[in-house]
């Protein structure tokens, strides 16, 4: 089965990830008992994200090089900034370390990559382009370092080398993953050239 990028289905996959991320994350709001203002901004603002990708008008994909730019930047940089949001909570320090552990960092870096691959390259040449992947992991890269330099100035949270490294693998597991399920998965858009 072949979804062509920019159409029904493939915002409607968007979108859905985007609930799915709202979810789990209030899910986890609730287990560490912070289901209240200002915790509740990460899940509202996933759960606003998705509604917005999936009314995105795919019409306009196929006919405006301008629409399809936004289309392809639009899910990579709401993760961004759902990834900023929730760096920008202050955790009580018995939360501190379960919540921003490696495997939760990694976690959240593998959407970054994912979605970074497809805004790089949203249907992946084959054979691989090492340009485009180079490019991606450069860009999650920078990410991860801003998001540890933006922690450094929220009370009770601390940059760490190891947190980058875990971002770093995540979102290079994130490219690869992409890269993996595009080239079997994704088929260009009808009539569309690449933007």
């Known amino acids: ?52 990708l999936g009314a995105f008008p795919h019409r306009r994909i196929d006919r405006s090089p301008h ?21 920008s909570f202050s955790f009580p320090a018995d939360l501190g370390p379960e919540v921003s552990d490696s495997l939760f960092h990694g976690a959240q870096f593998f959407v970054v990559g994912l979605l970074m691959a497809r805004w790089v390259e949203p249907v992946p040449a084959e054979p691989l382009r090492v340009p485009p992947v180079l490019l991606a992991l450069t860009a999650v890269l920078v990410f991860a370092l801003l998001d540890e330099l933006h922690q450094a100035f929220v009370p009770g949270r601390q940059p760490s080398l190891r947190d980058i490294l875990s971002d770093l693998v995540g979102g290079a597991a994130g490219i690869l993953a992409y890269r993996l399920v595009a080239s079997r998965v994704l088929a260009p858009a009808r009539n569309v050239s690449r933007p």
């Open 1 to 52: 089965m072949t979804v062509p990028y920019g159409s029904i289905r493939e915002k409607r996959i968007l979108a859905a990830g985007f609930l799915a991320a709202a979810s789990l994350a209030y899910a986890v709001m609730r287990v560490y008992d912070l289901h209240h203002l200002p915790y509740l901004k990460l899940p509202l603002f996933l759960g606003f994200a998705a509604l917005l």
């Open 67 to 87: 629409w399809r730019r936004i289309y392809r930047a639009a899910p990579v940089l709401f993760i961004m900034a759902a990834v900023s949001i929730g760096s």
